[in-house]
């Protein structure tokens, strides 16, 4: 790594879509299609009805379509924080889930790469304007007239319904959106990678980290416990800052080299310019400066975290004297999915995970905002109940 000089990572192709294949302009109707198919699922009707049982509309597939039937989907912190409506207005009912992996159903006639019984994932994303700069550089995550995401979001190209994710028994996906899940990656123990992997793996890639840099991550949760086993994977010394010394053990065991509570000043103040880049996961507002000292000349501080409220302010001189970086990343772009997917299966990296049946979801919510889980709960979708006869969105 040269520290503070961000490298484009060298992602595999990225997407590009050339004037015949391409779909109809967002503003365009749907193309006509044949009657949907009803998808058990479980999501919230309103920020405080908890997951109930609901049944989803998903579209009959189109010819650049991949209809995946799901057998698991990871619970990330986010789909906690949108089904409670803690980032601001939803649309309702909502089935969250954006860490998906299943084997495919069907495909439509123009997808050539993907057949049934292919292992498959859907992470955060279903599609995006497909030619804005940031689209053609394969960063469609950062796409200029907004990213399609998985569930609760206006999809232009299907007659603006409104996305519903991986809480279910089913989805149909773009083929340009679905990512393939490489042989030798236990199906539910890869679901997380979809979303807490490729987050935390594309800023340690656009860091460029290696052997010998020095990583923190702060909260050891669903990304946190990502960050440190890829970092790892990556060849670096791996520092983990937790709120819970209940934790300390299994930061080692992930592979961890340190542990520091971040309670603890005298702790902090051991760590004062050590690190290169930190990897800021925590789900809640919380104080950023005493994390910039632990930051060499050069360093950077990965913010991941999405807390429903603002954070206390940023010391502009913590940033000045050090030349520190302050940033920001979201997911990853799809070919960047495809290469951390590809990355982790030779490195044998996985997520830890606790899997729970749809009756078990609403707790499984509680636990995670308590931090009682190791690492990521994953929803087994065989334990959805049928869907009724009725979609309910
Ligand atoms: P998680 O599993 O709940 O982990 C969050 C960790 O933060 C906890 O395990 C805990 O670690 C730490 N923490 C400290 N104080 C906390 C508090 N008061 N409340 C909650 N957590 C606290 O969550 P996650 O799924 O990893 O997601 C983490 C955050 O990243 C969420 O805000 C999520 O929305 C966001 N996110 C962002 C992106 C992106 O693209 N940037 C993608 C996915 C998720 P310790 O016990 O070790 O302190
Ligand atoms: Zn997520
Ligand atoms: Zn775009």
């Known amino acids: 790594m040269t520290p503070g000089r961000p490298v484009p990572p060298p992602l595999g192709k990225p997407l590009v879509v050339s004037e015949e294949t391409a779909d109809p302009a967002p503003s365009a109707p749907a193309a006509a299609q044949g009657p949907p198919t009803l998808a058990a699922a479980y999501g919230a009707t309103s920020a405080v009805s908890g997951l109930v049982p609901l049944t989803v509309?998903?579209?009959?597939?189109?010819?650049?379509?991949?209809?995946?039937?799901?057998?698991?989907?990871?619970?990330?912190?986010?789909?906690?924080?949108?089904?409670?409506?803690?980032?601001?207005?939803?649309?309702?009912?909502?089935?969250?889930?954006?860490?998906i992996v299943g084997r495919v159903r069907s495909v439509g006639s123009a997808v050539d790469d993907f057949a049934p019984g292919d292992l498959v994932g859907v992470g955060c994303l279903v599609d995006s304007c497909r030619e804005c700069d940031s689209?053609?550089?394969?960063?469609?995550?950062?796409?200029?007239?907004?990213?399609?995401?998985?569930?609760?979001?206006?999809?232009?190209?299907?007659?603006?319904?409104?996305?519903?994710?991986?809480?279910?028994?089913?989805?149909?996906v773009d083929r340009r959106f679905v990512l393939r899940v490489p042989d030798g990656l236990d199906p539910a123990a890869a679901a997380p990678l979809l979303c807490a992997g490729i987050t935390t793996y594309s800023p340690l890639r656009y860091f460029d980290v290696e052997e010998g840099d020095v990583v923190g991550v702060v909260g050891l949760g669903g990304l946190g416990h990502m960050a440190v086993k890829i970092a790892k994977a990556m060849g670096a010394h791996v520092v983990v800052f937790t709120t819970s010394e209940a934790k300390f053990e299994a930061a080692i065991e992930l592979g961890a080299d340190d542990v520091i509570l971040s309670k603890d000043p005298e702790a902090m103040e051991g760590a004062n310019r050590s690190i290169d880049v930190i990897i800021d996961t925590v789900a809640a507002p919380h104080d950023l400066n005493p994390y910039f000292r632990t930051l060499r000349l050069n360093g950077a501080l990965f913010q991941l975290g999405l807390p429903p409220t603002d954070m206390p302010p940023v010391s502009p001189g913590a940033l000045i004297r050090r030349r520190l970086s302050y940033a920001g990343s979201?997911?990853?772009?799809?070919?960047?999915?495809?290469?951390?997917?590809?990355?982790?299966?030779?490195?044998?990296?996985?997520?830890?995970?606790?899997?729970?049946?749809?009756?078990?979801?609403?707790?499984?919510?509680?636990?995670?905002?308590?931090?009682?889980?190791?690492?990521?709960?994953?929803?087994d979708t065989k334990t959805l109940q049928p869907a009724s006869e009725k979609a309910d969105v």
């Open 330 to 379: 979201l997911i990853g772009g799809i070919a960047e999915t495809q290469e951390m997917l590809d990355f982790c299966a030779e490195h044998g990296v996985v997520s830890d995970v606790e899997v729970v049946t749809a009756r078990q979801l609403n707790e499984a919510y509680d636990r995670m905002v308590a931090g009682d889980v190791k690492y990521r709960f994953v929803l």
């Open 57 to 99: 509309a998903r579209r009959a597939p189109k010819e650049d379509d991949v209809e995946i039937e799901i057998d698991f989907c990871g619970l990330c912190h986010s789909d906690v924080h949108a089904t409670r409506g803690e980032w601001g207005a939803q649309s309702y009912p909502l089935v969250p889930g954006h860490e």
């Open 135 to 172: 689209c053609l550089e394969g960063l469609e995550q950062y796409c200029e007239r907004g990213n399609v995401g998985t569930y609760g979001v206006k999809d232009a190209r299907n007659g603006d319904s409104i996305t519903q994710g991986g809480y279910s028994t089913s989805v149909v």
